[in-house]
């Protein structure tokens, strides 16, 4: 708080030795902390990636690990969240051995509720040491820069463009019924939705700036607004089902 009072703390602890890396915060104040571990805690070293995301409260909501297709070792790098609440993942991993390495970039994305969506990997020309120190979104895309290994001495700079990485689709569905309301809205803004399942609701300001984002289940979803938190004026309230925008609609505060 603002006396620097210790308000909660969490603990990785797999039996060895466990390395916190990076941390993030999402669109809705969740923590996603990044690090590795030596897991299996046997003799023989071998750190596996782990992800793990708290609410703001300190309470864990989800941790993921990874190991890659050699068993060695996984270390993290860098780590990036996007609008949906989807966290990106940078680290390499050794796939040749314990006596002749051969570490190559790998890119993960963890959805919102954790599940695995999908992973890429980069190979240089040299089978020795590729790795991520940064991940960038840019809209949709995904930028990453670190370094490869191209023989002896010389070590390139690499930058990588994912495209789409969000995986959301730009297309309101005809699916579901949105209808948000009252507009213009004094207090509070209700949203209500036809299907039941996971959403999210995020709001933009007039210069396009994402000012707040929440998960919800449900048909219904109610959002307190007041002058300490929004300006007055024009927003863009967009809803997200199953990565698909279903809903963009313009509303005004008028508080």
């Not at 993030?24 to 590795?36: E, F, K, M």
Request: charged share 15%; net charge negative.
């Amino acid at each position: 708080d603002a006396a620097g009072s210790l308000q909660w703390n969490q603990r990785i602890n797999n039996g060895g030795g466990d390395f916190g890396e990076r941390v993030v915060l999402d669109g809705s104040g969740n923590v996603i902390a990044l690090g590795y571990t030596d897991a299996d805690n046997s003799a023989a070293i071998n750190f596996n990636t782990v992800t793990a995301k708290y609410d703001a409260s300190g309470s864990e909501k989800w941790m993921q690990t990874f190991d890659g297709t050699a068993g060695l070792d996984d270390i993290a790098d860098a780590i990036t969240t996007d609008q949906f609440g989807n966290s990106y993942v940078a680290l390499h991993s050794n796939e040749g051995s314990a006596s002749d390495i051969n570490y190559n970039v790998i890119i993960v994305r963890y959805n919102a509720d954790g599940t695995k969506a999908w992973q890429v990997s980069y190979a240089g020309p040299s089978d020795t040491l590729d790795v991520i120190n940064t991940l960038l979104l840019d809209n949709n895309d995904l930028l990453v820069a670190g370094s490869t290994w191209i023989n002896g001495d010389q070590r390139d700079m690499l930058v990588i463009r994912y495209g789409n990485v969000t995986g959301v689709n730009e297309i309101s569905s005809p699916d579901d019924i949105v209808s948000v309301y009252p507009n213009p809205v004094a207090t509070e803004l209700t949203v209500r939705t036809v299907s039941a399942g996971e959403k999210i609701i995020q709001l933009f300001d007039a210069e396009g700036k994402q000012v707040y984002a929440s998960s919800f289940n449900g048909n219904e979803f109610h959002l307190s607004l007041n002058k300490q938190l929004f300006m007055p004026g024009l927003y863009l309230c967009r809803i997200v089902s199953n990565h698909n925008i279903i809903s963009n609609t313009k509303i005004f505060y008028q508080p």
